[in-house]
C-alpha cells in the first residue's frame, strides 16, 4: 500500500522522539519493566491554578469556535508576558496562537519556505526541524558542533554555510537535545553575521525559556536590528507541564502572523478554546510559580550527571537548561559490548533499550550521530535506576 502514498508520506521520517516514547509504551504493554527517558515530558502534574482556569472556562461555556489566531485576551496576555520575560513589545496582531509550538514551527515554515530554500539548522537540532523543512520542499543546512564546546556552532561556521539560497535558521535556546543556552554576547556575534544577510529569516525557538538553571536565556529578537526578520516560538507544554494541552504561539512581523493565520485557518483553526482560557492564567503567571519544577529539574540534572560521568565511555557535559542530557557515547562505536556489535548511536540506544530497559533517542535523529540523548523528566528514583542498569549493561 506504500505505493499509494504521496510522495510527500513517503519521504518523511517518523518523529524519533515520538517512535521512542511508543515503543517504550509497547515494551511496556508487553509486561516488560521499561524506564522511559525518552520523551521531553515534564512529570509533574499541570498547577492547579491553571486547571481552575480550565475548569471555570468549562462553566462558563467555552465551548464555540474561537478566533484563528487565539483570543484577543490571551494575545494581549502574551504580549505582556513578552515584554515582563524578554522585554520585546509586540502587539496583538503579530500573534498567533497554535496547537502547540510544533504546529506554530510548521507555518511559519510553510508560509516563509519555497521548493528549494535552504534552512540552517546548527546541530543537535530538535527532530521535527528537517522533517518541517522537507515537508516544505526546502532543504535543510547543518551546522555541526560538538561537545567540547558545549554543542554551540560560531559565527565563522555560520558565514560559511550561508548561500543565496539561505532563507531561514532555526536557533532553539534552551536547546533540545543538548540542553545549551547561548550567551547574549553570542547570539549578537552570530548576529553580526546575519546583518550582512538581509535575505535570512530567524525563527528562535524559546520553549524551554523557563527550564533553566544557570544563566536566564536570551532572546534572538531582543537584537535591534533583528527583530523585524525575527519570528519568537514560545508555548507553555515545558514550563507549565502542559504538554498535552497543546498550545503554542509566536511573535512576528504582523505580515508573517497574517500568513501563519490564513494557513492555520484553513488547516486546524483556532486552537483548543478551553486550553486557551487555561493559558491566559498560566502565561500571567509570576514565574515563580513554576520555579519549584525548574529547581528539582535542576536536582535530577546534577544526579544525572555526576552518575553519568561514573561509566567508562559516556562523554557528558554539563547543559544549562531543558531536561536533556546529550553525552557523546562515540567510545562504545566498533566495540562488541555484551555480546553485540556497536556500530552507531543508533545501536547504543537500541543496546540499552534491549538490555538494559532504558528508553532513550539516538542523536542521529537530532544530527549529531556520536551522541544518544536522555532526558531527565523523570522521578530520582528513576534516573538513578536507569543509570544504574545501563552501567551493568555496559560492564
Ligand atoms: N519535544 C519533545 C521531545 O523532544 C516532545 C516530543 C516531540 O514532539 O518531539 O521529546
Not at 69 to 82: H, P, R, S, T, W
Not at 111 to 122: F, K, M, R, S
Not at 154 to 179: D, H, R, V, W
Not at 377 to 389: D, F, M, N
Request: glycine residues 4%.
Amino acid at each position: 500500500m506504500k505505493q499509494l502514498l504521496s510522495d510527500r508520506i513517503n519521504s518523511l521520517p517518523v518523529s524519533q522522539t515520538l517512535a521512542m516514547a511508543a515503543k517504550a509504551r509497547e515494551l511496556r504493554a508487553e509486561g516488560k519493566d521499561i524506564i522511559g527517558l525518552s520523551l521531553g515530558e515534564p512529570d509533574f502534574n499541570t498547577p492547579d491554578f491553571i486547571k481552575d482556569a480550565a475548569i471555570n472556562a468549562i462553566n462558563e461555556n467555552y465551548n464555540s469556535y474561537s478566533p484563528v489566531d487565539g483570543y484577543a485576551e490571551l494575545k494581549e496576555a502574551i504580549c505582556v508576558k513578552f515584554k515582563r520575560d524578554n522585554n520585546l513589545t509586540y502587539t496583538p496582531n503579530q500573534i498567533v496562537v497554535s496547537t502547540g509550538a510544533k504546529q506554530s514551527i510548521a507555518n511559519i515554515a510553510q508560509v516563509l519556505l519555497n521548493p528549494g530554500d535552504e534552512v540552517l539548522l546548527p546541530a543537535p537540532y530538535w527532530v521535527s526541524y528537517s522533517a518541517i523543512a522537507t515537508l516544505c520542499e526546502a532543504k535543510y543546512v547543518e551546522i555541526p558542533s560538538s561537545i567540547d564546546n558545549d554543542f554551540k556552532i560560531t559565527p565563522e561556521q555560520l558565514e560559511a554555510a550561508i548561500t543565496p539560497k539561505t532563507k531561514m535558521i532555526f536557533f532553539n535556546s534552551p536547546n533540545n537535545p543538548s540542553g545549551t543556552i547561548y550567551s547574549e554576547q553570542e547570539y549578537r556575534a552570530l548576529a553580526k553575521v546575519l546583518e550582512k544577510h538581509p535575505q535570512i529569516f530567524i525563527l528562535s525557538d524559546e520553549i524551554y525559556e523557563h527550564v533553566n538553571y544557570d544563566c536566564k536565556p536570551f532572546s534572538f529578537a531582543q537584537i535591534e536590528n533583528m527583530f523585524d526578520r525575527t519570528i519568537t516560538v514560545n508555548g507553555l507544554a515545558k514550563a507549565f507541564a502542559m504538554t498535552g494541552w497543546r498550545v503554542g504561539y509566536i511573535g512576528a512581523p504582523e505580515w508573517i502572523a497574517k500568513a501563519c493565520t490564513k494557513m492555520q485557518g484553513q488547516i486546524t483553526s483556532g486552537t483548543n478554546c478551553i486550553a486557551q482560557r487555561a493559558a491566559i492564567t498560566a502565561v500571567l503567571a509570576p514565574v515563580s510559580k513554576i520555579q519549584y519544577m525548574v529547581d528539582e529539574f535542576k536536582t535530577r540534572r546534577d544526579i544525572i550527571i555526576s552518575l553519568l560521568r561514573e561509566i567508562e565511555g559516556f562523554k557528558v557535559n554539563v547543559p544549562e537548561g531543558a531536561f536533556y542530557v546529550f553525552p557523546d557515547v562515540s567510545a562504545f562505536f566498533g566495540k562488541t559490548v555484551n555480546g553485540v556489535k556497536i556500530e552507531n548511536a543508533s545501536d547504543f540506544a537500541l543496546f540499552i533499550l534491549e538490555k538494559a530497559n532504558v528508553a532513550t533517542v539516538t542523536g542521529e535523529a537530532f544530527g549529531a550521530p556520536d551522541c544518544i540523548r536522555i532526558s531527565y523528566a523523570a522521578s530520582e528514583l528513576q534516573i538513578r535506576e536507569a543509570v544504574k542498569r545501563i552501567k551493568k549493561a555496559l560492564s
